[in-house]
């Protein structure tokens, strides 16, 4: 079965740091630009930050992804949390990385991850 499964997310206090996960089954990783999107309650979904195949890692202002293609996995590490992070957190393949995202760039998605910033 071809699909995502992002784990990681959790309740963190503001300023804390995570680190998700997006693992894949059923196919390579590493032929695919990855994403990552969330979505906060009553908002759309929004892009994150995306990695290409060519890439190790970028970084956008507090957030980073990094890709290890022998694990088949693409993270995510937020540091400085804060309140408006708070969102369920995907990963999908497309590509190549584009300056919009769209989700209709997007070909597999996974079920999200839930992160919630909270004292």
């Known amino acids: 079965q071809v699909q995502f499964e992002e784990s990681g997310g959790a309740l963190v206090q503001p300023g804390g740091s995570l680190r998700l996960s997006c693992a894949a089954s059923g196919f390579t990783l590493d032929y695919y630009a990855i994403g990552w999107f969330r979505q906060a309650p009553g908002k759309e979904r929004e892009g994150v930050l995306c990695i290409n195949r060519s890439d190790g890692s970028s970084v956008k202002g507090r957030f980073t992804i990094s890709r290890d293609n022998a694990k088949n996995t693409v993270y995510l590490q937020i540091d400085s949390l804060k309140s408006e992070d708070t969102a369920v957190y995907y990963c999908?393949?497309?590509?190549?990385?584009?300056?919009?995202?769209?989700?209709?760039?997007?070909?597999?998605w996974g079920q999200g991850t839930p992160v919630t910033v909270s004292s």
């Open positions: 999908a393949n497309t590509d190549r990385c584009r300056a919009r995202y769209s989700s209709s760039d997007y070909f597999i």
